[in-house]
């Protein structure tokens, strides 16, 4: 899987991954995903449930991500993740 990059919101109840789709055409067709998941207990003991997943272009998905760190989402590691059931 290509690199992923994390942001997690101010009160530390939702992150954000942001991964390049790795079926993407590079210089046509460049998609990212974005998933969103909810922290469930403690981040670092229990992984976030990811709940959402959107795929968007990626100079979209660089505005996102530059708005969420505007609005106080701050860059965090990478994190394991569980999917929602």
């Not at 101010?10 to 942001?18: G, L």
């Not at 959402?52 to 394991?80: C, F, H, M, P, Q």
């Amino acid at each position: 899987m290509a690199n992923s990059y994390w942001l997690i919101n101010s009160n530390r109840s939702e992150v954000k991954r942001f991964v390049k789709n790795d079926k993407s055409i590079d210089g046509v067709f460049e998609y990212m995903f974005i998933d969103t998941g909810k922290i469930v207990g403690e981040l670092g003991n229990e992984p976030p449930v990811i709940t959402n997943t959107v795929s968007v272009e990626i100079d979209l998905a660089r505005e996102i991500y530059e708005r969420l760190l505007s609005k106080g989402w701050r860059k965090i590691e990478k994190v394991r993740t569980k999917k929602y059931i």
